[in-house]
């Protein structure tokens, strides 16, 4: 098979524009990981994309091409493909729209698809999607014209999370204690982003739980730590897999059914939940590669790439056993790294 691995900022996405050093960095990481996995799996011809300012030492065999600012040539590399394996940001649609080329041109998404995509990145009805399938999450308000915000974060209580509803991971996240900050992070928000939400900030332990899922069903991978600064600005700084902790299980088991409760999700996902002294809170669902994605593959004994790929094909694969606990970097370099206590020789 053919496999096309388009990521979004590294690989062209924003050619001729600016890109944040983080973006790249992350996007960078992911997309060379991936890459070499699948490369490693020896039975496929991969085909990446590059932006010309962050080059990717490629494999043997693995075929690089440098898009032209506006990602033009991006609609002829994906119909040259079998399938096309997407990295990018839920941020205002663009993870859907890219979905949306590659379903245009009639080829296999390894992922979900647009419809999948649509609802787990919608922050204005997961709420409603969660609550009927009894997966606890946090109070949220959306700021709707005619809404007033003071008193929507009255109602839910401080302090408050207030976000994008169609962002991804910490870009764009602001922390308010009270009034008064929660109208100065409004005066200071991104215009033009569309709704924003506002959410009760649920304390405890962050943390993401990344699966694979076949469209229906979803196994859990690991449970991971997230380092996240929550001062004024939320700041992701990587994390470290497999967690130990007593919710573990029932953060799998809420990670599972959110899954359940989005038909359509297939492939690599990743669910965030804030663990609590009592429970675990699904906070969001990422229908795409994540980070964390750096530290499972070096924490699991499998190539993780290629149990995705069966994932997406419809066969729900055995969990892969952990066999090393590992601390990632925001950028995915592995900053240290451990035999895993339960592994049995």
Known sequence: MRILVHEFASGGGLAG?????SLAREGSAMRDALVADL??????????????????SAPPGVEVVALAPGAVGLDALIASAHA??????????????????VERNGRMLLGPGVSA???????????YRLARHGIRHPETRVLRPGVDPVIAAREIGYPIIVKPARGA?????????????????????????????LQR??????????LLADGRRAVPL?????????????SYGGGRTPLAHPLARQATEAAQ???????????????????????????????????????????????????????????????????RRVRFSAGGRILSAGTYPEVRR
């Open 17 to 21: 524009e600016v890109v944040s050093a």
């Open 39 to 56: 490369a490693a799996i020896g039975r496929h011809e991969i085909l990446t994309t590059v932006d010309s300012r962050f080059p990717l």
């Open 84 to 101: 096309v394996w997407l990295i990018a940001p839920e941020t205002n649609g663009c993870l859907e729209r890219l979905a949306r080329r």
């Open 117 to 127: 995509i649509r609802m787990a990145s919608d922050k204005t009805s997961l709420p």
């Open 169 to 197: 991971g910490c870009e764009a996240v602001r922390l308010a204690r009270g009034a008064r900050e929660l109208r100065q992070v409004l005066a200071d928000y991104p215009s033009g982003g569309g709704l924003v939400v």
């Open 201 to 210: 900030y649920v304390r405890g332990v962050a943390a993401s739980v990344s």
């Open 222 to 234: 690991t449970l991971n730590a997230q380092h996240v600064r929550a001062s004024r600005r939320l």
């Open 257 to 323: 059914q959110t899954c359940q409760a989005l038909p359509g999700l297939r492939g690599y996902i990743g669910v965030d939940v804030v663990l609590t002294d009592r429970e675990a809170v699904v906070i969001e669902v990422n229908p795409r590669l994540t980070t964390s994605y750096l530290g499972v593959r070096a924490a699991v004994a499998e190539n993780v790439a290629d149990l995705a790929l069966v994932a997406c094909l419809g066969m729900l694969p055995a969990p892969p056993r952990v066999c």
